[in-house]
C-alpha cells in the first residue's frame, strides 16, 4: 500500500496485484472508519518505468488514444516561468497620483522607461488578458530578440538617474538578498527574451483551461513567477494561434491536464511546463481549423463586452453569448480529436 499524505493533495492508496492495481482516492480516517470508498482500476501494463498516471482503464484507454501518433504542444512551443526580483518590496512600486509609492510608505520618482507592468496569476484569466494593477516594477534590463542583458551600472545611472537614486536607496537591502548577479540585478531574470514575444499565457494553477492570448507587443509588461509561464510558438505555427488557443482552453485538453498534473482539492491542477508541453494535439490544416479561428476570435471580443458591460442585462447578454461559443468551440475540437461519442462522456463526465 502506497499513501500520498499532503495536506493539500488528494491522498490516495493503491492496492497491487499481478494484473494490476486498484486506487482509491481517499482519506485515512474514512478508510480506518471502514466507509465505502470509490475506486478504480489501473491496468498492469501502465505501471511501467515511466511516471505513473492514475487513470481508469477507460479513462487510460482515452489519455493513450489521445497521444496516439500526435505532436505534443513542447514540440512547437517555448514555455517559460517568469522572473523573481527577489526584493519585490524594492521592486515594484505603486502608482499614486504622479508619483511612486513604496511598499513602506515613501514617495519616490523613475523615469517611466525604467518601469514596467507586473504581470501576476490576477492579471489574465481563461481568454482574457487585463492587467488591472497599478503596480510598476524597476526594470534594469535591456530586452533584444532572442536574449536580454542587464544595463551596466554606469548605463543605469546615465540613461535613468532617478531610478538609479532610488535604486542606489534601497542598496543594504538589495545586498542582503541571497541570489543576484549584480546588487541592482533581479534575482532571476527569467527567459526575458521569451516573454516578449510570447503568444499566450497560462497561470501556475488551474481549475479550467485557463490560457490567454498576449497583445502583440509585450515590452511594457514584466511576468512575475507567480504569474505562471509564458508559451511562444514556433514561427511556422503563429498563425494557428488563435485555433490553438481553443484548443488548449477546451474541455478535452483541460481533461488530459487532469489525468496527468497535480490534482488538488477543489479541482485545481498545476500547469507546469512538464505539464503542459505533453498536451497532445490535433492536426489544425482542415476547414474546421479555420471554423475554430472564427469561433475563438468571437468568443474573444464576447468575453471583452462582459468584462466592458454597463448593465446587468448587458453582462448576461454577453455571458450568454459567451457560453454559447464556447459549447461550440468543444463541439468541434471533440471532432479535431476525433472522439467518439463514448469518449466524450468519459470527458464531458470528468
Not at 535604486?167 to 538578498?177: C, D, P, Q, V
Not at 462582459?306 to 471532432?335: C, F, M, N, Q
Request: net charge positive; charged share 25%; with cysteine.
Amino acid at each position: 500500500v502506497a499513501s500520498l499524505t499532503s495536506r493539500n493533495i488528494v491522498p490516495f492508496f493503491m492496492q497491487v496485484a499481478l494484473d494490476g492495481a486498484t486506487v482509491i482516492r481517499t482519506s485515512p480516517k474514512a478508510l480506518k472508519a471502514g466507509s465505502e470508498v470509490p475506486s478504480f482500476q489501473v491496468k498492469a501494463r501502465s505501471l511501467g518505468s515511466a511516471p505513473w498516471t492514475f487513470a481508469g482503464v477507460e479513462e487510460g484507454d482515452l489519455i493513450a488514444a489521445l497521444r496516439r501518433s500526435r505532436m505534443t504542444f513542447g514540440s512547437i512551443s517555448q514555455i517559460s516561468r517568469g522572473s523573481s526580483s527577489g526584493a519585490d518590496e524594492v521592486f515594484i512600486l505603486e502608482q499614486e497620483g504622479l508619483g511612486l509609492r513604496s511598499r513602506d510608505g515613501e514617495f519616490h520618482s523613475a523615469e517611466a522607461e525604467s518601469l514596467r507592468v507586473p504581470i501576476f496569476a490576477s492579471d489574465f484569466r481563461r481568454y482574457e488578458f487585463a492587467p488591472r494593477s497599478v503596480a510598476r516594477i524597476v526594470f534594469p534590463y535591456e530586452v533584444h530578440d532572442p536574449g536580454y542583458k542587464l544595463l551596466g551600472e554606469k548605463e543605469l545611472k546615465g540613461r535613468f538617474p532617478k531610478c538609479y537614486r532610488y535604486l542606489t536607496s534601497k542598496r543594504k537591502e538589495l545586498e542582503a538578498r541571497k541570489q543576484y548577479s549584480e546588487w541592482y540585478s533581479f534575482s532571476a531574470p527569467r527567459n526575458l527574451g521569451l516573454h516578449e514575444r510570447a503568444d499566450f499565457l497560462v497561470p501556475l494553477l488551474a481549475n479550467q483551461g485557463s490560457f490567454c492570448l498576449l497583445p502583440t507587443s509585450t515590452r511594457q509588461f514584466c511576468l512575475m513567477a507567480s504569474g505562471g509561464f509564458s508559451i511562444s510558438l514556433s514561427a511556422t505555427e503563429r498563425s494557428t494561434r488563435l485555433a490553438l488557443l481553443g484548443v488548449l482552453n477546451s474541455k478535452v485538453v483541460f481533461w488530459f491536464l487532469r489525468q496527468i498534473s497535480n490534482r488538488f482539492r477543489g479541482g485545481w491542477i498545476t500547469c507546469t511546463k512538464q505539464y503542459v508541453e505533453q498536451i497532445p494535439l490535433p492536426g489544425l490544416a482542415d476547414s474546421r481549423a479555420s471554423a475554430l479561428s472564427s469561433l475563438v476570435q468571437y468568443l474573444l471580443s464576447a468575453t471583452l463586452t462582459v468584462s466592458s458591460a454597463t448593465t446587468p442585462h448587458e453582462g448576461a447578454a454577453a455571458r450568454s453569448r459567451a457560453t454559447a461559443l464556447e459549447d461550440e468551440i468543444d463541439r468541434l475540437v471533440y471532432e479535431l480529436y476525433e472522439l467518439t461519442p463514448e469518449e466524450i462522456a468519459i470527458v464531458e463526465r470528468g
